[in-house]
């Protein structure tokens, strides 16, 4: 019969309990375009789509050659406001909004101006210069770029779930609004269904 | 004759410049509208002048206004964590009650109030818990010493 001492039977508990504290984790660097869903949340692939399905109807659609023509051919002008994030995760919109102003720029076929947080730093930066820069440096003020248009957006999401299945929606929806009119020249959707099931 | 022209001259003189300058600035407005702009505009321009610093601060962030949905094994999880938690709380509160109750206690206890119920057996000396690792490990040795 197989027999164990008070000592050995410690022994091996104390050391399980060394084992567990010191598991190994495994850490790779993957594609940013491979596919890996592992909560059903939303994750950086989700964030791709909604860049790339933007991206593409921004530039693509009509309001773009309609502005030009209008306008003697005239690049127009976008700010980006607000993204609400009216879902039941934390979502960043800068992920994939940001993907998009890089291919305003990219492009060259729209220019974008600084607004918020940031637009606020450079005033503070040009403020600074009145007093520290040299005269022939020194940037003036009243001749920021004005916006023709601001684009704004939501995402929301519609989750069902019952026991081991559930199901997310989210509609991620992003408008250009002419600043001057209010007239709403371009909406770009992104829909992404999730089936998880546990 | 020549204090009533002085008169005049004082209240006529300032009143007409008042009304020049109001006749002008209308002059100016009307000419500066735009056609088919709404005259009044500058009502609402004034208005939102004063705050378009708090309007413009959120520019380019995302405003969280997420919900909480419900979702099955969450909320499974969640009622488990709670009633462990629960737990936890009549553990720690069973234990305070005896650590607290010393000698001292005891000496207190006779001069209190009438109505001060002392521990019952129920209350039991709380330091035992089962997630208590050295607990764990006296209790296996003793089983084995008892049972091998």
């Known amino acids: 019969m197989f027999k164990i001492n008070a000592a050995a039977f410690t022994g091996i508990l104390m050391a399980g309990i060394l084992l567990q504290g010191c598991a190994p984790r495994k850490v790779t660097r993957v594609d940013e375009k491979e596919q890996i869903d592992i909560s059903g949340r939303w994750n950086n692939t989700d964030s791709r789509l909604a860049a790339e399905e933007m991206t593409t109807r921004v530039l693509g659609e009509n309001w773009l050659p309609d502005f030009q023509q209008q306008h003697a051919g005239k690049k127009p002008v976008v700010i980006v406001g607000m993204v609400s994030n009216k879902t039941h995760e934390h979502i960043d919109a800068e992920t994939f909004v940001k993907d998009m102003e890089r291919s305003f720029v990219t492009t060259q076929k729209i220019r974008l101006v600084q607004g918020g947080a940031k637009r606020e730093e450079l005033r503070g930066e040009r403020a600074d210069q009145q007093k520290n820069a040299a005269v022939s440096t020194m940037k003036k003020w009243g001749l920021e770029v004005g916006a023709d248009y601001m684009l704004q957006g939501s995402i929301n999401s519609i989750v069902d779930s019952h026991k081991k299945q559930m199901v997310v929606y989210y509609q991620v929806d992003l408008e250009l609004t002419d600043l001057q009119s209010n007239e709403v020249v371009w909406i770009g959707n992104k829909k992404i269904a999730k089936y998880v099931k546990n | 004759m020549k204090k009533q022209n002085d008169l005049l001259k004082r209240i006529l003189q300032p009143g007409l410049a008042t009304l020049f300058l109001v006749a002008a600035t209308t002059c100016i407005q009307a000419q500066a509208l735009l056609p088919d702009q709404n005259p009044r505009y500058r009502e ?105």
């Open chain 2, 44 to 148: 609402s321009m004034n208005a939102y002048l004063f705050k378009a610093d708090s309007l413009t601060r959120n520019e380019g962030t995302t405003l969280q206004q997420t919900y909480h949905a419900y979702q099955y094994f969450e909320a499974k999880q969640a009622l488990k964590e709670q009633r462990r938690q629960w737990r936890q709380d009549r553990r720690m509160a069973r234990s305070s009650y005896w650590n607290d109750y010393t000698y001292n206690d005891y000496a207190v206890g006779y001069n209190r109030p009438y109505g001060y119920s002392y521990p019952t057996y129920g209350h039991y000396p709380g330091g035992f818990r089962w997630n208590d690792i050295a607990t764990v490990t006296s209790l296996a040795l003793g089983a084995y010493i008892l049972f091998r």
